[in-house]
């Protein structure tokens, strides 16, 4: 009979150790579960809150400069999503049963060794930082970098990646960045030269410009100011130039001087003064 009754309680301790591992794994799969969901979570309201602080220093009665609140706004949310992924796999592992605490002296260690060895991360991370807080450019701005230009489209901690206007994206290491041409700071200027044939009233075609300019300024959002029409800038063997300048919106001078090209050579044409190429 006892032997019945332990064979009996070994069976019943065998189900409830079984059970208890079962229900630790469990709970062990909802914990991680949580944690991660928790931490996207985390990682959405704060991009939010952050996107709220820069919309209310851009409005506010203290005015911070939107393009630089933009930039300094995405690399703060890159650096909180980096800490909270990187305190969320910490915590995921502790639910696996690692110990953390030679897990970071581990890291620790190769954190230094890494350190001394990527000398390049650490130039790239510092020079970021300086081309943010003073404010060489931001997300959005037009800039050459060497021989790439395009639109930025982000500012990391790292890199920084440029579109350029046909659709390639560059991604430059901050540290190689050692000269920058920004478009996007003041307005642009638009130079115009007119080729009229020699014969033609420079009069009149002076006059036919300066209505044709006063239309465009009317009725164009990019024109910033009055345009200039300076006159005779070259005489040559079978024509002249005649030179307008306008200042446009910071990269619109190309679109402004398309738009320039055609409304000027219509008007031309129906003057009866032939132009030159």
């Known amino acids: 009979m006892s032997e019945d009754m332990e064979v009996y309680a070994t069976e019943i301790l065998d189900w409830l150790k079984k059970h208890i591992l079962i229900e630790a794994v469990f709970w062990n799969i909802i914990s991680i579960i949580l944690i991660y969901v928790g931490s996207r979570i985390l990682i959405r309201i704060t991009n939010k809150l952050m996107s709220h602080m820069v919309i209310h220093k851009s409005r506010g009665p203290i005015k911070f400069d939107v393009r630089r609140a933009n930039t300094i706004g995405k690399l703060i949310n890159n650096l909180i ?8 796999v910490l915590m995921i592992l502790g639910q696996l049963g690692l110990h953390l605490g030679p897990l970071l002296a581990g890291a620790g260690v190769l954190g230094l060794a890494i350190g001394f060895g990527a000398q390049s991360l650490v130039k790239d991370v510092i020079t970021g930082f300086f081309i943010i807080f003073e404010d060489q450019f931001g997300v959005g701005d037009v800039i050459q970098i060497d021989q790439f230009k395009g639109t930025v489209e982000e500012i990391g901690i790292r890199v920084t990646r440029l579109k350029s206007w046909t659709g390639e994206v560059h991604i430059i290491p901050n540290g190689n960045i050692k000269q920058v041409t920004n ?3 003041h307005n642009s200027l638009a130079v115009v030269d007119v080729s009229i044939s020699y014969e033609s009233d ?6 036919i410009l ?4 006063t239309e465009l300024y009317e009725n164009s959002d990019n024109i910033m100011k009055e345009p200039e029409v300076l006159g005779v800038q070259m005489i040559g063997e079978t024509d002249l130039k005649l030179r307008i300048i306008v200042e446009c919106r910071p990269n619109s001078q190309g679109s402004v001087t398309r738009i320039m090209n055609a409304e000027l050579k219509r008007r031309l044409d129906e003057n009866g003064i032939k132009m030159r190429g």
């Open 81 to 88: 999503s980096y800490t909270i992924n990187f305190i969320t």
């Open 183 to 185: 478009f996007s700071v």
């Open 210 to 213: 300066k209505e044709v300019m």
């Open 202 to 207: 420079v009069d009149k075609a002076t006059r």
